[in-house]
């Protein structure tokens, strides 16, 4: 077929528009019809390639076949191979328009506008490719492979309560029988001065497997008379709980928040093995709870300040001023409005005319709120300061390979029902606490989590109960028994609905 000769500098640039779009229609219209019918069958392979794909995989288990070296080594290269093409399909189609035959200025215009199009049809690749390679260079820094693990083999996953031990993860079946999985949630001081850490914020997330839906439990830093699990090293030095000599100035270095830093600077008690603060702190919170705890996440508190930043600040009802600062010199004002981080952190963790459980609420508000905000957009968008903020504020033992399960399991929750139950007073006296109340409130809670809908509450009254569905079989600790000189500390009650949603009672924090 003869070649058909553009009339106007209009007609090079639009048919070299359509290419971007349609690869191969600028040769059609230059008489080159094999080739352009080639571009075309490819391009439409592909575009076919990946509907099907978005259309017959689920999105959490597309993002979670993603989160692998191999795979994402595989986007990367992908991502440039796409974008080299697009950019010699726009050259060699303004080669083929023939622009030699418009006019001097005709040429230098459709030259330059040709030359900047093959650059712009780059940029969406390589935007692409940087995202793939940011996200695996911060999945690489923070997730690794345990050297080993105390848990089952090959998946780091604890054994429910009635799970065979033998039980092995398969694609049908990822979490080898599990109903729930149950991430311990910290939010620290850690300083490199500091031999241990000071684990401020402690929260649970038990998470249903198959419903998404979630139970966080929270538990007061100044919770005292901690118990061990029978048989372990810190039981055996804390036979009646963990109880130490007042500090100089009055106050307690035993309680649950300082297990972490107590547990790192007596190495002695583990037979001289170091870092043992975590393991012990989530294998104390899972006996305390009666569940057994899979991994831990800590969570730098302002290296958290500096992930709300990254995707633009969250938007909270701040119910009365909240005054902060060495000097009471900062103070964050009572309205609903965006936060900065700095100011979302000081909302959270200010003591100044506040108790411990006053705090408490005021991180779960943030919590949810920065759940409620996080929506893929905004993640997309900001990736890279998300990415950054979140390489500087994590430290986990969740194993690499477990990824490719907990994204999807993560997007489940994010349109699922969380609920929240907080052991602070009345419901638990933190001074002299009801083991067996929080076993019971936790396992009631978990039942009925896993019974509910996404879409409905767990409510309810939470009288005790026999733990299941994720609960361990181990005996409970027993009660503190009462002490001849109480304390002046708020009294144990009764609540019959310990159970909240995530955001109730945040002064209606989106």
């Known amino acids: 077929m003869q070649a058909k000769e553009p009339v106007s500098t209009g007609a090079v640039l639009g048919w070299l528009a359509l290419s971007a779009l349609a690869p191969g229609a600028a040769h059609l219209r230059a008489g080159r019809r094999r080739t352009g019918l080639v571009l075309l069958s490819c391009y439409a392979v592909l575009l076919l390639t990946a509907l099907g794909v978005w259309l017959a995989v689920d999105t959490g ?3 979670g076949a993603l989160m692998d070296n191999t795979a994402m080594t595989a986007v990367i290269a992908g991502t440039i191979a796409l974008g080299v093409a697009w950019f010699a399909l726009i050259v060699h189609s303004f080669v083929v328009l023939r622009p030699s035959g418009l006019s001097q200025g005709g040429q230098i215009l459709t030259g330059t506008l040709a030359g900047l199009m093959a650059v ?57 029988g599990r109903k729930r999985v149950n991430i311990l949630l910290l939010g620290g001081d850690a ?16 998470v249903d497997v198959e419903t998404g839906n979630t139970v966080l439990f929270s538990l007061p830093r100044n919770l005292e008379d901690v118990r061990f699990r029978p048989g372990t090293p810190m039981a055996e030095r804390f036979p009646s709980g963990f109880r130490l000599p007042a ?21 002695e008690i583990f037979g001289g093995k170091q870092h043992q603060g975590p393991k012990v702190l989530m294998d104390t919170i899972g006996y305390t709870l009666g569940l057994r705890v899979d991994w831990y996440a800590l969570v730098n508190m302002w290296g958290f300040a500096r992930l709300i930043d990254a995707i633009g600040g969250i938007t909270l009802t701040v119910e009365t001023d909240v005054v902060f600062g060495r000097y009471n010199e900062g103070l964050v004002k ?8 700095a100011d979302a952190m000081w909302y959270a963790r200010s003591r100044t005319n506040s108790d411990d459980f006053t705090r408490m609420r005021r991180q779960r508000c943030v919590l949810g709120a ?9 993640v997309l968008t900001r990736f890279n300061r998300i990415a950054l903020a979140t390489k500087e504020l994590i430290r986990t033992d969740i194993p690499f390979s477990m990824l490719k399960n907990l994204v999807p399991l993560a997007l489940k929750v994010k349109n699922a029902k969380v609920s929240s139950v907080q052991f602070v ?14 076993r019971g409130i936790t396992a009631k809670a978990i039942r009925d989590s896993s019974a509910a809908s996404p879409a409905v509450a767990a409510t309810g009254p939470a009288t005790p109960a026999n733990a299941d569905s994720g609960a361990s079989a181990d005996p409970s600790p027993t009660k503190t028994p009462e002490k001849k000189a109480p304390k002046k500390k708020q009294q144990s009650g009764t609540d019959d609905d310990p159970v909240k949603g995530l955001t109730e009672g945040c002064g209606g924090a989106l």
Do not use: C
């Open 61 to 63: 288990d597309l993002v």
């Open 120 to 176: 712009l049809v780059v940029v969406p690749f390589g935007a692409l490719g940087n995202l793939a390679w940011t996200a695996q260079a911060t999945i690489n820094d923070i997730f690794q492979e345990p050297a080993d693990a105390a848990a089952d083999p090959g998946t780091g996953l604890s054994a429910d309560a009635g799970t065979p031990a033998t039980a092995q993860p398969s694609p049908e079946d990822p979490w080898a």
């Open 191 to 206: 300083d490199d001065h500091r031999v241990g850490v000071r684990t401020d914020s402690m929260n649970l997330a038990s």
């Open 247 to 267: 500090d100089p100035g009055g106050g307690r270095s035993d309680l649950l928040n300082s297990v972490w830093e107590y547990a790192d600077a007596h190495p």
């Open 334 to 341: 009572a309205g609903t409005r965006k936060l900065k981080g």
């Open 370 to 378: 920065l759940l409620t905000q996080a929506d893929p957009a905004t």
């Open 425 to 438: 007073p009345p419901l638990i006296n933190t001074g002299y606490p009801d083991w067996d109340k929080i």
